[in-house]
């Protein structure tokens, strides 16, 4: 049986399809679905793949199989078809319905390959340097890097671009060294931040931003071992960062998933701590390079205590000094140090009205400093606003014209349907016509040669 079955594989390849429809019209559906659980077989056991690859090189080799030929063919011939083509068993599962003009698009390469996806190909007429030179990429679920797609959802392990919208795995980017720190265009001149470099467009996208995004809007649905995968895909991200942000996401990426390894804490223990960290956790600095926000916090923590500017320093070291980028708070410190004057260590005594003004002038400094860096961050805040309603708008309009044009093309597709439907119609009932009038006539000669016989004969009784 099982070699009868991979015969009737090898003759649906190589054979004319009219034929093979015959052929499986008169079939029963058991003999069908025998058929595509021989090809699922033949695509899932390893040491087939061989003969699957064989399968493969003979459907390329073919020529004839354009679109009016195939649309003529089997619906389980198309299966079986673009099951081998494409490599995807989805195809051959008996699951996905998928209409047989679809499945005839998708094996001439003019949609996409991915039954979650479908997309017409070029997605939004794109006319990059991949989509328009690669037959049957998909931007939008394709890896420009393995030309691999999968289903996978609401993770970092597939990176985006923002202008162009063409999608790569994390890991393709991270080897091709697609995802690497680039220059800072809001912050000061000199800074990084991780980028990913588009293929298709060449634009960099900013990492950070984005993966705080995935971890707020699905880390919550996330299990154990998905949490563990985009912490270490998070941890690969940002391996090689430069900068303070993506320095912090890296140290803090490996301290909870070593946590999560050695079961120290908890999978929602290990979330609740990646989104306090997104939203509290790391360490900003103004343009001047004034003390960061926990430095403030602290000093406005102990704003009643009459201490001394230096030990109000030595208080605010120590409650930061958990941060990964202590080190660099450390710096900041040792400067205030320097400008702070600590209490003088001679033999009179140092009145308290003194100190209390110092403590309250070293106040105010980080007061003003916090204002600063509010207004800095306020005013960023204010020009990435203006610019996501910039992108909305154009992405909106855009939107709007092509699908008003997929609305125009579709509709012309179905006029276009039922005129030939009609034209058809029309046709068959001129035949039916001329046959009919033809009958009537062989009919009417007929009848009168057998009224003249009739006469002759009544003539010749007479």
């Not at 208080?315 to 708070?329: E, R, Y």
Request: proline residues 3%; neutral net charge.
């Amino acid at each position: 049986m099982l070699s009868r079955l991979d015969k009737v594989l090898r003759e649906l390849v190589s054979e004319s399809v009219p034929v093979i429809a015959q052929l499986l019209y008169e079939s029963h559906s058991e003999s069908l679905e025998a058929l595509r659980e021989c090809l699922r077989n033949l695509m899932e056991v390893p040491d087939k793949k061989h003969e699957f690859t064989s399968l493969q090189r003979k459907l390329e080799r073919r020529s004839d199989l354009t679109f009016e030929i195939l649309s003529k063919a089997h619906r389980t011939h198309l299966e079986v078809l673009v099951a081998i083509k494409t490599g995807t068993v989805s195809y051959v599962s008996g699951k996905s319905r998928i209409p047989s003009n679809e499945l005839v698009e998708i094996f001439l390469l003019m949609r996409c390959r991915n039954v979650n996806c479908k997309n017409v190909l070029p997605v939004d007429d794109c006319v990059c340097k991949i989509c328009s030179t690669r037959k049957g990429f998909c931007s939008a679920c394709t890896c420009p890097v393995c030309f691999k797609f999968d289903c996978a959802l609401n993770t970092c392990s597939w990176v985006g671009c923002d202008n162009c919208s063409h999608w790569c795995h994390a890991i393709c980017g991270i080897e091709k060294n697609l995802i690497r720190p680039g220059p800072n265009s809001k912050g000061p001149r000199g800074m990084t931040e991780m980028q990913y470099q588009c293929l298709g467009c060449g634009h960099a996208s900013e990492m950070f931003g984005f993966v705080k995004d995935v971890f707020n809007e699905c880390a919550k649905n996330w299990g154990p071992e998905a949490l563990m995968k985009e912490l270490d895909c998070v941890r690969m991200i940002f391996q090689a960062s430069e900068d303070f942000e993506g320095k912090g996401l890296h140290a803090k990426a490996v301290e909870v998933l070593d946590m999560l390894i050695k079961k120290v804490i908890s999978p929602e223990d290990a979330c609740a701590c990646m989104l306090l960290f997104f939203k509290y956790g790391v360490t900003e600095f103004s343009v001047t390079g004034s003390s960061s926000k926990n430095i403030l916090a602290q000093a406005t923590q102990h704003a009643d205590t009459p201490l001394p500017s230096a030990a109000a320093i030595n208080v605010s070291k120590s409650a930061i000094s958990f941060s990964p980028t202590a080190s660099i708070l450390d710096k900041q410190i040792d400067a205030l140090k320097a400008d702070a004057k600590p209490v003088a260590l001679e033999p009179h005594f140092t009145s308290l009205k003194d100190d209390g003004f110092k403590s309250l002038e070293t106040i105010v400094k980080c007061k003003e400093a916090e204002a600063k860096l509010f207004q800095k961050l306020a005013d960023d805040a204010r020009r990435e606003v203006e610019s996501y309603r910039h992108i909305v708008r154009g992405k909106s309009e855009k939107l709007e014209e092509d699908y008003g044009n997929k609305i125009a093309k579709l509709l012309l597709q179905e006029t276009e349907d039922r005129r030939r439907k009609k034209l058809e119609e029309l046709k068959f009932l001129e035949n039916s016509h001329c046959d009919y009038q033809n009958m009537k006539m062989r009919m009417q000669a007929e009848i009168a040669g057998l009224l003249e016989r009739m006469e002759a004969t009544k003539k010749m009784w007479v």
